[in-house]
């Protein structure tokens, strides 16, 4: 049986807006979900026996694939016996650091949280019932009655997630989960034996977890915590799937990507011809799943084929690039043109883009230097020499937006690089040869190039065509240029509050004057921030902010208190809380 459908509609305008999977219902996913031969593979393989990755940048549809392979697992349960469960753990930041009772906080709340979706699914494919008085977790928890286990995990996880926020003694909160919970709860052979358990119960052939966001966080130490009970708890009738982010997920020591774990990386856009046809083909279909036949922008977008191009190529495979720039560029409800779109992409570079990139330094502060270095190179150095190079007339006419750099390239530079492709700026797209032997090649984000005007064209969808991946300017690893740059990491990017003396990294104590270093937490500088950097309207900012100014408001309001403002009903209040989260989480 497949997991109860909401009647729940939501307008195809709404729906174009609706970015984020997670502010989809499930029976929406199911509505509007566009799957071509690459989401095919991808959704096969999640729903294979083996342990994956799915790797890909911000906003390409990871959780989308994690979600419909779950609804097909659901739609063929009751002849297979394969169930999929699905498990955001997009709050976990609000646990760095935090000890329950002297025991890590996160892991406890992994493990309930993996409890509490599994359970969650048996109840949606009435493998229990919510009436039920033999619930499946009796023997470790001693609550007989499905619901109040139900409501017990709930409480439990909230109760956690409450220690996070607690300035006082917390006492009374850990009484409330108590000592004995925490005990078997920290430990992971309790949570597999568990899952094996129900498993066996109800004869199920495979549990399949797929676990969103876990990874995402940049929290080292959680990482590791994550990718340890992913190991364990792959194996025999159970499977283990988890979305991450390219280049700077923190596996750990005792993970190694290969053996452990096979990676699926999300990488749709191909620059060349075939590649952008068949990309707009994929897009157009996914906004006609989102447009209704009665939505009046039906034809202000299909009736601008060029235009409409414009704004799939530039969005560089990235379906949330692609609504953002679409919206933006819908907003004065003008048609759509070469004009609009041009200050749609300057828009979305100039508000989402860049800053994104530039935010990382709040959760990255360890390496704040090397994000604020890699922006300033690519912008400073790199995208000029191709923007040269674009410039020189050449027999074949190409374009570029390519670039090479030696393999042996610095750590300093290759973390900087690394970064720049987790927030969209740059993409890598294989190995090259050049001079030296081979490099990883990168591609700058479209959007970027075009409004940094390093094509030799105004006209941008002209450029676009002329694109061909073998034209790159390439870089050697000990370029000048590249190292005036790179040099200024060496300097010291903070400096004591007492005295001003410059700290090196991780310093506890000021060596001038003795002052102690207060570490400043993540998480603690993400929910003292304005609402300004949700990735939300600004008419939904606006009405928000008198009572919810900070992030960390949002946070810890409930969606019945965000419903209490006026035209914030149940789609906006989730729509306003998944961006929180997602703000918090990264």
Request: hydrophobic share 40%.
């Amino acid at each position: 049986m497949n997991a109860p459908t909401t009647q729940t509609q939501i307008t195809g305008d709404d729906l174009l807006q609706t970015a984020r999977c997670e502010d989809l219902l499930y029976e929406q996913i199911r509505q509007i979900s566009v799957l071509g031969d690459f989401e095919r593979r991808i959704i096969d393989a999640l729903k294979g026996g083996g342990a994956n990755l799915l790797e890909g940048a911000r906003g390409v549809g990871k959780s989308m694939l994690l979600r419909m392979a779950e609804i097909e697992l659901d739609n063929t349960f009751q002849t297979d016996k394969k169930l999929g469960v699905y498990v955001n753990f997009k709050t976990s930041t609000l646990l760095e650091g935090v000890k329950a009772d002297e025991r890590d906080a996160f892991q406890i709340w992994v493990n309930i949280k993996i409890l509490e979706a599994l359970h969650e699914k048996m109840l949606a494919l009435n493998i229990i019932a919510k009436s039920g008085g033999a619930d499946p977790y009796q023997r470790v928890f001693g609550i007989s009655s499905v619901l109040e286990t139900k409501a017990m995990l709930e409480e439990k996880i909230h109760l956690l997630q409450k220690l996070a926020f607690s300035k006082v003694s917390q006492t009374d909160i850990i009484n409330q989960i108590g000592t004995e919970f925490l005990a078997k709860a920290q430990d992971t052979s309790f949570l597999v034996n568990i899952i094996r358990e129900v498993a066996e119960l109800f004869s199920l052939n495979k549990i399949l977890f797929f676990f969103d966001e876990a990874a995402h966080t940049f929290i080292p130490t959680q990482q590791n915590i994550f990718f340890e009970i992913f190991k364990l708890l792959h194996g025999g009738k159970v499977a283990c799937k988890a979305a991450v982010y390219p280049t700077v997920t923190n596996y750990g020591r005792n993970f190694e990507i290969g053996q452990d774990a096979i990676v699926l990386p999300v990488v749709r856009f191909d620059p060349g011809e075939s590649g952008r046809r068949e990309n707009r083909e994929h897009f157009r279909s996914i906004l006609e799943k989102r447009l209704p036949k009665t939505s009046t922008l039906r034809k202000k977008i299909f009736t601008r084929g060029a235009e409409l191009d414009l704004c799939i190529d530039l969005s560089n495979g990235n379906p949330r690039a692609l609504l953002h720039i679409l919206n933006s560029a819908l907003a004065s409800n003008n048609p759509l043109s070469e004009r609009t779109v041009g200050l749609a992409v300057q828009s979305y570079v100039d508000q989402a883009l860049i800053p994104y990139h530039q935010s990382l330094s709040k959760r990255l502060p360890k390496y704040a230097s090397h994000i604020r270095i890699g922006l300033d190179l690519l912008r400073g150095y790199i995208i000029p020499e191709i923007r040269s190079k674009n410039h020189r007339k050449t027999k074949s006419n190409y374009q570029s937006a390519f670039f090479t750099v030696q393999r042996d390239m610095s750590p300093n530079l290759k973390l900087a690089l690394d970064i720049l492709c987790y927030s969209g700026m740059v993409s890598q797209l294989g190995t090259v040869k050049i001079a030296s032997g081979t490099g990883p090649r990168y591609m700058i984000n479209l959007a970027l190039m075009a409004t940094e005007k390093a094509f030799d064209t105004s006209k941008t969808a002209d450029a676009i065509s002329r694109l061909s991946v073998t034209d790159y300017r390439e870089f050697s690893s000990s370029d000048s240029q590249i190292q005036t740059y790179l040099s200024s990491l060496l300097l010291p990017s903070e400096t004591c509050s007492i005295c001003s003396a410059p700290l090196p990294q991780n310093a506890k104590f000021c060596s001038e004057c003795g002052n102690k270093i207060i570490a400043t937490s993540i998480v603690s500088t993400l929910l003292e921030e304005s609402i300004d950097g949700l990735s939300v309207s600004d008419r939904l900012k606006d009405r928000v902010r008198p009572k919810f100014p900070t992030v960390g408001s949002i946070v810890q309001a409930k969606r019945n208190e965000l419903m209490k403002i006026p035209y914030i009903k149940d789609v906006r209040s989730r729509i306003i809380k998944n961006a929180a989260d997602e703000f918090i989480s990264g």
